[in-house]
């Protein structure tokens, strides 16, 4: 019992956990984004044939609001990866500014 209770001070348990760096929390912010990607495209398409089957079984209407709510649907997905995609140009430029300007410092 003493070695096991000697064993568990000396232990790396007792110690907090080094905190990430701050390149590798931003590393997997960007993961997740890319990996929420899909649900940016598949939800809006999805929604909008939904409601357009819903909308044309209740007004009779064939597939007029199906194939409408379908473009609908595929323009704002395509928006939502456009908007996506502006913003990880802007944080990846905001990256190369700053590391431009930490070489800067280092000459």
Known sequence: M??????????SLDTPPEK????????????????SL??????????GV???????????TG?????GLLMLGVITAYYNLARVIQRLRKADRARDKERDRKNEKLE
């Open 2 to 11: 003493e070695n096991l209770d000697k064993n568990k001070t000396g232990s």
């Open 20 to 35: 990430p760096d701050k390149e590798i929390q931003v590393l997997w912010r960007e993961a997740l984004r890319a990996m």
């Open 38 to 47: 899909g649900w940016d495209l598949a939800i809006p398409i999805f929604a």
């Open 50 to 60: 939904l409601l357009g089957y819903v909308l044309d079984r209740w007004l009779g």
């Open 63 to 67: 597939h007029i609001f199906t194939l």
